[in-house]
């Protein structure tokens, strides 16, 4: 018997977003630091993988590697269009 708790656990691999109510300058600072990081780490652990692991699923019917891959990029540029827009 699947549960909610299993669900949820496939679902969210990394866990649900939970909004940090403690937002200090000092964490803010580091947050940044680490987005802008994140870009040459993910080129590194991407680096060297083949085609059948890029389009590997985390889970059933879930995204490949490399549809995760593009939709990191996507984000953050549809969010900055939405934002200067408005």
Not at 13 to 31: C, L, S
Not at 33 to 58: C, I
Not at 68 to 83: C, E, K, M, Q, S
């Amino acid at each position: 018997m699947v549960t909610a708790a299993v669900v949820d656990e496939i679902r969210y691999p990394v866990g649900e977003f939970r909004i940090d109510p403690d937002a200090t300058p000092q964490k803010r600072t580091m947050w940044i630091e680490q987005m802008a990081e994140a870009p040459a780490k993910l080129g590194t652990a991407l680096l060297g993988l083949s085609e059948e692991q890029l389009d590997t699923r985390y889970r059933k019917d879930g995204w490949t590697l490399r549809q995760v891959v593009h939709h990191l990029a996507d984000a953050p540029l549809n969010g900055f269009t939405r934002f200067k827009l408005a």
